[in-house]
C-alpha cells in the first residue's frame, strides 16, 4: 500500500493558512486529513493532504499539519474514520462498525490564520487571533453528504473516503 499527498499548496494569488490539528483522538491512528473543494461529497474532486497519528512504517508521525490554501472560495476539510466496538464476551458476542467522516465547509479569508480541529465525530473551523482562537461563525459541519458504509477510495492506495451525495 502506498499512502501519498495529492494536495498541492497555491503558490500565488491570495492565500491563507490552515492548521490542522485533532482532539480526543490520541488513540486513533493513521487519521487521513482530505481536502474538499466543489463537489463536496465526491471522491474525485478530494485531495488527501496527509495523516495525522501515523502508524504506517516509512510516514512521517505528524501531530498536527500546517498548510496554505486559496482564499475567497468556499473550501472543505474532512477526517475518515472507522471505529470498530465489541459487546458481550467471547461466546456470542457482537461487533460493530462504524464510519465517520466529519467535514466542515468554510471561506477562508485572504491572510488569515484558521485552525481546524477534528474530534471522533465533529469538526470545528476557529479563527486565529494572535494566541486566540476564536469559533468561525460561517462554518459548519456540512451536511449535504451522507456518510456510507462503502470506501470510495482507492484501497490499494490507502484511501478511505465514504461520503456520497444525499439521494
Partial sequence: MTLKSNYVEPISGKTAT???TTTDMEDNYNLRVVYHKENLCQVESSKLIGMI??????YPNH????IKVE????IGFSMPQIYMGSFGGFNG??????M????????????EVYEVNFSPTTAKVYKRQGNNAIVEPSSNLDT?????NTNLGEVN???LFFLHPKN
Fill in 100 to 111: 465517520y467522516q466529519p467535514l466542515t465547509v468554510f471561506t477562508p479569508e485572504e491572510g
Fill in 18 to 20: 490552515v492548521k490542522l
Fill in 93 to 98: 458476542g457482537t461487533t460493530s462498525i462504524n
Fill in 157 to 159: 492506495q490507502g484511501e
Fill in 63 to 66: 501531530k498536527e499539519i500546517t
Fill in 144 to 148: 449535504s453528504c451522507n456518510v456510507g
Fill in 53 to 58: 497519528n501515523s502508524r504506517t512504517v516509512g
Fill in 71 to 74: 482564499a475567497g472560495s468556499e
